[in-house]
């Protein structure tokens, strides 16, 4: 999943923070055409490594190279700060510009298996035995229609509802059951707002976050964004127009949605924080940007599954995927996947890394036990649970609405092509809905729908 930097400020985990935040430092070419010598050594260059800039994270990661190396004494590894940029990465894949291994958000698997840019990994996870802990699930978004995987998923997150379990107590709403379908959600922000003058839901309309959360809503009500090859827009429909008549309607009729609606993740993060709305859409590693860093109280935080209308239609995931370059030779390729089970998937299939993990978290003050998508399989990832309860710090009941339902809930990607573009033309409709008492629906999703269309047609 990808959330540019400008739209989140909280972390998927503490690598996706690392990974996904970071701006383009340098770039070094592939190492593919030079990496194994007489003595039978593989090179490969990694990366995603922070820069100078951020001291603590750099040294974490140098460290975890360091200690792969000692590990592996047959693979060399030459890290980088090359991180994914939409802006730069098809001029850096051209020009051979690109690292061996390199982070993705959940929006590019499927475009780049298309252009053929990533390395087939499927022998060599099978080989290693990694292809059977990972959760399937969340690797169809690294494969193609033959079940073929071209990348690892290291982080997921799938969209729930975040609730102010105070406001609902004042409102005299039961915390501990948050709305399941939208017109749950509407009548517990009206007695929000009726009952505590607070705002009863706010939702993210700027800086591409209005479509990426309207992209969640119109999922809930059963519709879709693009059809199956991304090649045209599909959200002038009835789901999609019925979701934005709830938000107007919200908005003018009830007024439960406050007064405030240009907001982005860090804006709504800080007023949720303050106690000035009561629920909006996100995913659970919030907990940490509202607690840690805005202030809010543990006990005070909840979320639950996304409300669904109509139907059980799902919720959009997003995340991390580890790529490989297509370029790679089999040896290079089996570096590459030792490297990033090392590097992010260790702790989840490794007893010991997950309790050093753990007990670092807990000495950094760092919340361990937040629930999230799992990338690896069902009874991995219960083994993973066990081996850190001892060290959870947050309240887990406080996830319970999220998890009873989440672990089985659909999850749906986001756009497959020019995502980032698609939010942005929706960031409009939006706003405009909840700006203007008398937008007209149909007609503003029919403008951007030829918007998206002209772009999807490049």
């Not at 995927?321 to 490794?350: G, R």
């Amino acid at each position: 999943m990808y959330r540019p930097p400008i739209r989140s400020t909280a972390a998927l985990t503490t690598s996706l923070v690392l990974l996904a935040g970071l701006v383009a430092c340098s770039s070094a070419p592939s190492s593919s055409s030079a990496a194994s010598g007489d003595s039978g050594q593989v090179t490969l260059t990694v990366g995603d490594r922070p820069s100078s800039s951020d001291p603590a994270n750099r040294a974490s990661f140098d460290k975890k190279v360091a200690d792969f190396q000692k590990a592996n004494p047959d693979i060399k590894l030459n890290p980088v700060e090359t991180v994914w940029d939409a802006t730069t990465f098809q001029a850096q894949a051209a020009g051979g510009q690109l690292p061996d291994v390199l982070n993705v958000p959940f929006t590019e698997p499927q475009g780049l298996i298309a252009r053929k840019q990533v390395a087939d990994l499927t022998k060599v996870l099978k080989d290693d035995g990694l292809l059977d802990e990972l959760n399937p699930n969340v690797l169809k978004i690294a494969q193609d229609r033959s079940g073929n995987v071209y990348a690892v998923p290291t982080a997921a997150y799938s969209i729930g509802l975040i609730y102010n379990r105070d406001l609902f107590k004042k409102a005299g709403l039961d915390p501990d059951k948050p709305p399941a379908t939208w017109d749950e959600l509407r009548a517990d922000a009206k007695a929000i707002a009726q009952k505590t003058g607070q705002a009863g839901y706010a939702q993210m309309t700027t800086n591409n976050t209005g479509g990426w959360m309207f992209t969640t809503q119109s999922y809930a009500f059963g519709g879709s964004i693009e059809n199956e090859d991304g090649s045209k827009a599909t959200f002038d429909d009835a789901p999609s127009k019925a979701a934005l008549q709830l938000l107007h309607d919200m908005k003018w009729t009830d007024k439960s949605m406050g007064q405030a609606v240009l907001y982005d993740m860090d804006g709504i993060s800080k007023a949720f924080a303050a106690g000035k709305v009561g629920m909006y859409m996100a995913a659970p590693d919030q907990y940490r940007t509202l607690v840690q860093t805005n202030g809010l109280k543990s006990s005070a935080f909840g979320i639950g599954s996304l409300p669904q209308q109509g139907g059980d239609h799902g919720t959009l995931s997003g995340g991390s995927v580890q790529i490989v370059s297509p370029d790679a030779t089999d040896a290079e390729k089996t570096a590459a996947v030792k490297w990033i089970k090392f590097a992010y998937l260790n702790k989840y299939v490794n007893q010991d890394a997950a309790v050093t993990s753990a007990k670092n978290n807990v000495a950094a003050k760092l919340p361990v036990g937040v629930p999230g998508l799992p990338v690896v399989a069902a009874d991995q990832w219960s083994t993973y649970q066990s081996w850190i309860k001892p060290y959870v710090n947050v309240p887990q009941e406080n996830f319970a609405p999220y998890t009873k339902v989440a672990a089985d809930q659909k999850i749906i990607p986001e756009p497959p092509v020019k995502a980032q573009e698609v939010y942005a033309a929706l960031d409009q409709v939006v706003q405009s809905v909840l700006g203007n008492a008398k937008a007209d629906i149909p007609a503003l999703l029919t403008k951007a729908a030829g918007t998206v269309n002209a772009k999807l047609g490049r």
